[in-house]
Every structure is written in structure tokens, then in C-alpha cells.
């Protein structure tokens, strides 16, 4: 695969950088000063909407990184062969830092499901806690990720992706500490940087890969599936090992430091990039809340909320509901992590197939179905047909990158890519949120798992039918007037 970091129609010259000076500002970042200060009353909305998850603390942990990345910033060479083996070497170390970033995304939220039933047993948890921690990180996200297109719109996308990696690293660390207080304090932590990175991945690809969406966006998915997949699999083994669950989660401050130590060696390459962006840079702040008038946004925003609930009670619950069914807490991740391993590889085809079909609508169906299929399974069998639930539902969580290769499609340029994100994943979240709250407490209720497990059906069966709509030619882009057109902009893979 050939790495393009060029844009089309970017100017070789020197260009009038237009915004804050300093910052590693991505092309769709930068404002006119028209819209700047709509932008910022419509950001300042989004960070009331944040709540206290966004703090001064955020701000100066982004500034302070910004510093340490500008440090040792090498200089451009004359020679026009060397100058195309440092742009060849930049864009693959973006990519690098882009593949290590997603791999950090599910690796805490992926190891909590198997760890919840040790985790009740040595902290003492009570059925509230119990019942909130598979729904805290879904929370989290929908009122942390406005935050993240604000913050980036100052800062720009790089480093506040880089200060979301710092804020997971301490999260995941306080995680380690063995009380309610440490477990739900650095859950928070690190459901804040997740979520901001959740935002800024697909911003980032637009921007550094405008011409492989597809392929970028499933290299990216497929290691979240991967990360998904060793943590699930690996978490009680690892729990013993260690001594206890919070040790067991204290384990993934380590890849997170490491996520960060390579996303930030990539600065000075991202920086010279941005520079070469004037054409792009030219695209005017998209606010979200005019967005709240797209059809597209919304069905965009229903299709990630249907795909996000579905994840999360996979990832939350199916443990629980097997290990309640006779299985081991041991071997109920195992299932898991099948799930997961199965999703690892369609994670990559389904985004490069997805974008380069004309229309979306018949893969976004199919993945309902089978996806409804799976969990149909669990409600048949769930102990002997077990890893063909797994199967059938690792297949079905396709639609997860199939989503997130719309919003890159469908936002028809970096603002309008990072507008849409922000929106779909800020709102989509909090109607994902219902699902991990619903299945638990019916499940403990009913002191069964049929009913939930039936809606989940219908669940994934509404997700089908919201993504093929989304999924059609006829919706446009944000970048069309109006945020809809009649013909669908060309398709970047």
C-alpha cells in the first residue's frame, strides 16, 4: 500500500498560516476568523455539555505537550530524493502512531467485562456499581467527545490526541488502586482520553490520508478489534498473575505509555504536513449544532448509537450471562476474545470494501442480520453454542467500522469529518448508554438473560436498517449545501 501524504491541489510555496500560531493545527482545524467566534459559543456548549470531565488541567497537560513536541523539530533537507524519503518515513511513522493510538482504545473497557465478577468479589461491590461500570465508559464518551473538537479546534488534532494518551495513562494507572474510589475515579480518567481519541481518529486519517479512508480507517479498526481481543483474553490470566483485577487493569498503562511515546515522535512529521495543507486549511469550522438540522447527521448518529449499545453489552454482559450458565470467568473471556479475534480481520476488509462500493446499504444489512443471529444463539444455547455465538457476533460487530468509514465518507471533508464525528459519537453514545443499563438490571430482575437478550435482537436488526439508509448513495455529505445532496461526493479509498 502506497502512504499519500500529499493533498490534492496543495500549492508547493510558502503559505500565510491563518489561526493560532505554534500549535500542530491539521488543515480542518484552522478557522477564518469569520467563523471563529461562532465556533467558540457553539464550543463552549459542548464543553458545558462535558460537564467537569473537561478541565484547565486538560488545557495545560495539551499545551505542555505541544512544547515537548516542537523540541528537536529537524529541519528540511534541500535534496529533492532525500526530502521524498522523510516525507515517506513521516507518513509511515503517522501511521505507526495512528495503529498504536487505536489499539489502546478497548484494551480498559475490553478487560473490565471478564475481570466484574473478581472485581465484585474483592472490592465488595454492590449490584449498582456492578450494573454501572459496563455503562460508565459509554457515559463517559457521549459527554467527553464534544469536548475533543473544541480542544482540537485550539490546539489542533495531533496534540490533543497526544494529551488524550496522557490522560489515559493516568487513568489506567489510578485503575491499580484497589478501592471503589480508584476504580471508578480512573475509569473516568481513562473513559476521557478513549473518548477523545474516539473523536479525533477518523479527523486524523481524513486529514494525513485523504485518499485512503478506507484502508486507513480499517488498519485502525482492525487494531482496536486485536486490542479488544488480547485484553478479553488475557484479563483473568493476567489477574492472577499479578495478584487481583485492579492490578490486572493497572497492566494497560503500559502499552498507553507507549502509544503516547510514538504518537508524539511523529509530531515533527505531522507539523510539516500542515504546513503544505493551505488549500484545506482554507475549509471553514462546520458548528455542531447545525447539524441538528441534517438528516444525515442524525441517521449517522442513530446507526453508531444502535452499533455502540450492541458493542458495549457485548463486551459488558456476555461474560456474566455465560459464566451464569456454568461457564468459568476464565473461559467465558476466552469466548470473548473469539468474538473479537473473529471481528479482527473484517475490521480491515469491511472499510476497504465499504469504500469503494457506490452504496452501503446492502453490507450494512447483512452485518444486522447476522448480528441478530448471534445473539438469537445465546437465547437457543448459550452454553453449548457458545463460540458459534461468539462467531456470529464477531461478525455481526463489523458494523462498528463500517460506521466509522460513513463518517469518513460521508463527512466529505476534515471539518465536515470532524463535525460529524463529534456530533454522531457525542449523541450516539448517550443512546448507547441505555443498553448496558437495560440488559443488566432486566437481566438481574428477571433473573434472566432471555428478554435482554431479545431486544438485543431487535437492536441489531434497527442498527441493519438506520446504516443501509446511511449507507445510500443519496445521502450526500456534510459537504454538499445543506448538508444533503442528491448525488454522493466521490468516495476517497
Given at each position: 500500500m502506497?502512504?499519500?501524504?500529499?493533498?490534492p491541489?496543495?500549492?508547493?510555496?510558502?503559505h500565510r498560516?491563518?489561526?493560532?500560531?505554534?500549535?500542530?493545527?491539521?488543515?480542518?482545524?484552522?478557522?477564518?476568523?469569520e467563523?471563529?467566534?461562532?465556533?467558540?459559543?457553539?464550543?463552549a456548549?459542548?464543553?458545558k455539555s462535558?460537564?467537569?470531565l473537561?478541565?484547565?488541567?486538560t488545557?495545560?497537560?495539551?499545551?505542555?505537550?505541544?512544547?515537548?513536541?516542537?523540541?528537536?523539530?529537524?529541519?528540511?533537507?534541500?535534496?529533492?530524493?532525500?526530502?521524498?524519503?522523510?516525507?515517506?518515513a513521516?507518513?509511515?511513522?503517522?501511521?505507526?502512531?495512528?495503529?498504536l493510538?487505536?489499539?489502546?482504545?478497548?484494551?480498559?473497557?475490553?478487560?473490565?467485562?471478564?475481570?466484574?465478577d473478581?472485581?465484585?468479589?474483592?472490592?465488595?461491590?454492590?449490584?449498582?456499581?456492578?450494573?454501572?461500570l459496563p455503562t460508565?465508559?459509554?457515559?463517559?464518551?457521549?459527554?467527553?467527545g464534544?469536548?475533543?473538537?473544541?480542544?482540537?479546534?485550539?490546539?489542533g488534532?495531533?496534540?490533543?490526541?497526544?494529551?488524550?494518551?496522557?490522560?489515559?495513562?493516568?487513568g489506567?494507572?489510578?485503575?491499580?488502586?484497589?478501592?471503589?474510589?480508584?476504580?471508578l475515579?480512573?475509569?473516568?480518567?481513562?473513559?476521557?482520553?478513549?473518548?477523545?481519541?474516539?473523536?479525533?481518529?477518523?479527523v486524523?486519517v481524513?486529514?494525513?490520508?485523504?485518499?485512503r479512508?478506507g484502508a486507513?480507517t480499517?488498519?485502525?479498526?482492525?487494531?482496536?478489534?486485536?486490542?479488544?481481543?488480547?485484553?478479553?483474553g488475557i484479563?483473568v490470566?493476567?489477574?492472577?498473575?499479578?495478584?487481583?483485577?485492579?492490578?490486572?487493569?493497572?497492566?494497560?498503562?503500559?502499552?498507553?505509555l507507549?502509544?503516547?511515546?510514538?504518537?508524539?515522535?511523529?509530531?515533527?512529521?505531522?507539523?510539516r504536513?500542515?504546513?503544505t495543507?493551505?488549500t484545506?486549511?482554507?475549509?471553514?469550522?462546520?458548528?455542531?449544532?447545525s447539524?441538528?438540522?441534517s438528516k444525515?447527521?442524525w441517521?449517522?448518529t442513530?446507526?453508531?448509537g444502535?452499533?455502540?449499545?450492541?458493542g458495549?453489552v457485548?463486551?459488558?454482559?456476555?461474560?456474566t450471562?455465560?459464566?451464569?450458565?456454568?461457564?468459568?470467568?476464565?473461559a467465558?473471556?476466552?469466548?470473548?476474545?473469539?468474538?473479537?479475534a473473529?471481528?479482527?480481520?473484517?475490521?480491515?476488509?469491511?472499510?476497504?470494501t465499504a469504500?469503494r462500493?457506490?452504496?452501503?446499504?446492502?453490507?450494512?444489512?447483512a452485518?444486522?442480520?447476522?448480528?441478530?443471529?448471534?445473539f438469537?444463539?445465546?437465547i437457543v444455547?448459550?452454553?453449548?453454542?457458545?463460540?458459534?455465538?461468539?462467531?456470529?457476533?464477531?461478525?455481526?460487530?463489523?458494523?462498528?467500522?463500517?460506521?466509522?468509514?460513513?463518517?469518513?465518507?460521508?463527512?466529505?471533508?476534515p471539518?465536515?469529518?470532524?463535525?460529524?464525528?463529534a456530533?454522531?459519537?457525542?449523541a450516539?453514545?448517550?443512546?448507547?448508554?441505555?443498553?448496558p443499563?437495560m440488559f443488566?438490571?432486566?437481566?438481574?430482575?428477571?433473573?434472566?438473560?432471555?428478554?435482554p437478550?431479545?431486544?438485543?435482537?431487535?437492536?441489531?436488526?434497527?442498527q441493519?436498517?438506520?446504516?443501509?439508509?446511511?449507507?445510500?448513495?443519496?445521502?450526500?455529505?456534510?459537504?454538499?449545501?445543506g448538508?444533503e445532496s442528491d448525488?454522493?461526493?466521490p468516495?476517497?479509498?
Amino acid at each position: 500500500m502506497t502512504i499519500s501524504l500529499d493533498r490534492p491541489g496543495a500549492s508547493r510555496g510558502k503559505h500565510r498560516r491563518t489561526g493560532r500560531t505554534g500549535h500542530d493545527g491539521p488543515a480542518e482545524l484552522v478557522e477564518s476568523p469569520e467563523t471563529e467566534t461562532t465556533g467558540a459559543l457553539d464550543s463552549a456548549g459542548a464543553l458545558k455539555s462535558a460537564g467537569t470531565l473537561e478541565t484547565a488541567g486538560t488545557l495545560k497537560t495539551t499545551t505542555a505537550l505541544e512544547t515537548i513536541e516542537r523540541l528537536g523539530e529537524p529541519t528540511e533537507p534541500a535534496d529533492p530524493e532525500e526530502r521524498d524519503q522523510q516525507h515517506l518515513a513521516g507518513g509511515a511513522l503517522i501511521l505507526a502512531g495512528i495503529i498504536l493510538v487505536a489499539a489502546n482504545l478497548r484494551l480498559g473497557v475490553s478487560s473490565t467485562g471478564p475481570l466484574l465478577d473478581q472485581l465484585r468479589d474483592r472490592l465488595h461491590l454492590g449490584a449498582g456499581v456492578v450494573t454501572l461500570l459496563p455503562t460508565l465508559w459509554v457515559v463517559i464518551f457521549a459527554f467527553a467527545g464534544p469536548a475533543g473538537s473544541w480542544l482540537a479546534r485550539r490546539h489542533g488534532a495531533g496534540s490533543v490526541l497526544a494529551a488524550s494518551l496522557a490522560v489515559l495513562v493516568a487513568g489506567s494507572a489510578v485503575r491499580g488502586i484497589p478501592d471503589v474510589p480508584g476504580l471508578l475515579g480512573g475509569s473516568v480518567l481513562a473513559g476521557v482520553g478513549i473518548a477523545l481519541g474516539n473523536v479525533l481518529l477518523p479527523v486524523v486519517v481524513r486529514t494525513y490520508f485523504p485518499h485512503r479512508i478506507g484502508a486507513i480507517t480499517g488498519i485502525y479498526s482492525t487494531m482496536i478489534a486485536l486490542g479488544s481481543t488480547v485484553a478479553a483474553g488475557i484479563a483473568v490470566p493476567l489477574s492472577d498473575t499479578l495478584g487481583g483485577p485492579s492490578r490486572g487493569l493497572e497492566f494497560w498503562t503500559i502499552p498507553a505509555l507507549a502509544g503516547l511515546a510514538l504518537w508524539m515522535a511523529s509530531h515533527p512529521h505531522r507539523r510539516r504536513h500542515d504546513r503544505t495543507a493551505a488549500t484545506a486549511a482554507q475549509a471553514p469550522h462546520i458548528p455542531l449544532k447545525s447539524l441538528a438540522k441534517s438528516k444525515l447527521a442524525w441517521a449517522m448518529t442513530v446507526a453508531f448509537g444502535l452499533q455502540s449499545m450492541s458493542g458495549y453489552v457485548v463486551m459488558g454482559w456476555i461474560p456474566t450471562v455465560l459464566h451464569d450458565h456454568g461457564m468459568s470467568s476464565a473461559a467465558a473471556g476466552t469466548v470473548l476474545s473469539v468474538t473479537f479475534a473473529v471481528n479482527a480481520p473484517l475490521s480491515f476488509i469491511v472499510p476497504l470494501t465499504a469504500a469503494r462500493l457506490p452504496s452501503q446499504r446492502l453490507l450494512a444489512m447483512a452485518l444486522g442480520v447476522v448480528f441478530a443471529l448471534g445473539f438469537g444463539t445465546l437465547i437457543v444455547a448459550p452454553a453449548s453454542l457458545a463460540y458459534l455465538a461468539a462467531v456470529l457476533i464477531g461478525i455481526g460487530m463489523a458494523a462498528f467500522p463500517l460506521v466509522l468509514t460513513m463518517i469518513g465518507l460521508r463527512g466529505g471533508s476534515p471539518a465536515g469529518t470532524a463535525a460529524l464525528s463529534a456530533f454522531s459519537q457525542s449523541a450516539g453514545y448517550l443512546i448507547a448508554a441505555m443498553g448496558p443499563i437495560m440488559f443488566g438490571l432486566l437481566g438481574h430482575a428477571l433473573h434472566s438473560w432471555t428478554v435482554p437478550l431479545a431486544i438485543m435482537v431487535v437492536v441489531v436488526l434497527a442498527q441493519g436498517v438506520v446504516a443501509a439508509y446511511v449507507g445510500s448513495p443519496k445521502r450526500g455529505t456534510l459537504a454538499a449545501p445543506g448538508g444533503e445532496s442528491d448525488s454522493m461526493a466521490p468516495a476517497a479509498n
